[in-house]
């Protein structure tokens, strides 16, 4: 069986050609005036350009809080005119207004078989609510096209109402799997996923589940790339950036290598980095922690991010340090070397300036 084809009524274009009353237009969307206790939506007539049409399934796309209701309002003819929905007004109770000129309901659900004939249908969609939450009304769908189980049934059972109207609902259950099916792909991309399946791509693929959505339909799409550049500096640089909204500086062991045979002074190194090859340090402006607490909680993050068997050390940087000067071995200081000066009557002395050498 081929997939459906659907009339859609969802966007505030198509809104604005209807007749609606206490209805008032959000965005896309038309939900109940706040002061009213009964609403409803005429559509204009869908052109099938065919005679006796049969007309099949109606979907609406809606919120329905607790206390409120829906009903469902058809008619089809094949005459192009009805003056009588062109002067429709509610003089009173709107939804004695609709059955008015519509007769009885078709449905008091937002699905709907109609099995209605005739080339052009009207429908109206009423809302009732009894609670201070309103209903909305997003999205109204009117089956074009599909292929019906009785297609594939002798003609003589193809002509009987009750086997179209008992096999409508196999169809239509039919047709639901089969574009649930079509649809299941949506699911599996982060930016149309719902927020429940969201958050299940994000434990599947072990993302921080304290992200917010948006975080999350961001963040999920390079997920895997992160995670083969995580124990790189580059990725290290990532996870510092992520938890404390600074990029840090990575200095490894082997970049200052002091046994190197290009390292002019080895004993200077050693000095200011050490000798333990297993270590690297992270370099971070001293205020990126409000207090020892959310430091010491950083570095126990951090802990979970870095190659198997190395250490990272913490260093704060003060305002002014000369990172080549710097020593990583807990002596948070640097060494000034002598800078040539002529003093004269343009000069000016500050109160912290150190003359000498």
């Not at 084809?5 to 209807?18: K, N, Q």
């Not at 065919?50 to 003819?77: C, H, M, N």
């Not at 927020?195 to 975080?215: F, I, K, Q, S, V």
Request: charge should be negative; include cysteine.
């Amino acid at each position: 069986m081929d997939a459906q084809t659907y009339w859609h009524f969802g966007v505030a274009e198509r809104w604005r050609d209807s007749i609606c009353l206490s209805m008032n237009l959000q965005d896309d969307s038309l939900q109940l005036a706040d002061d009213a206790f009964e609403g409803a939506v005429l559509l204009p007539p869908l052109d099938s350009g065919e005679s006796d049409f049969r007309w099949g399934r109606v979907r609406l796309t809606a919120y329905l809080p607790k206390d409120a209701s829906v009903q469902i309002f058809a008619r089809a003819s094949d005459d192009p005119e009805w003056d009588a929905w062109k002067r429709f007004q509610a003089d009173g109770r709107v939804s004695e207004a609709v059955r008015t000129l519509f007769g009885p309901p078709r449905a008091s659900v937002g699905d709907a078989w109609l099995s209605d004939t005739g080339r052009r249908l009207w429908l109206a969609v009423c809302f009732a609510s009894g609670g201070t939450e309103k209903p909305r009304l997003d999205e109204v769908s009117v089956l074009a096209e599909s292929d019906h189980m009785t297609d594939y049934l002798p003609s003589i059972y193809q002509k009987q109402d009750f086997t179209y109207r008992y096999l409508s609902v196999f169809t239509a259950m039919f047709h639901d799997m089969e574009e649930r099916i079509r649809l299941s792909r949506k699911q599996f991309a982060p930016s149309s996923a719902d927020p429940e399946m969201l958050r299940y791509l994000a434990h599947w693929l072990c993302a921080d589940e304290n992200m917010t959505e948006g975080e999350l339909r961001s963040a999920l799409p390079h997920v895997i790339e992160e995670y083969e550049t995580m124990y790189t500096v580059s990725g290290i640089q990532r996870t510092v950036r992520h938890l404390t909204g600074q990029t840090p500086l990575i200095i490894e062991h082997f970049t200052v290598d002091p046994n190197d045979p290009s390292c002019s002074d080895p004993e200077l190194y050693r000095r200011l980095f050490g000798d333990d090859p297993y270590r690297f340090f992270v370099l971070l402006p001293q205020g990126t922690f409000a207090d020892q607490q959310q430091m010491e909680r950083f570095l126990e993050q951090l802990k979970e991010f870095v190659p198997a068997e190395t250490t990272p050390e913490l260093v704060l940087l003060k305002q002014g340090v000369q990172l080549d000067q710097h020593t990583y071995l807990g002596l948070n200081t640097s060494i000034g070397e002598y800078v040539a000066a002529v003093i004269d009557e343009t000069v000016t002395i500050h109160n912290d300036t150190t003359i000498g050498g």
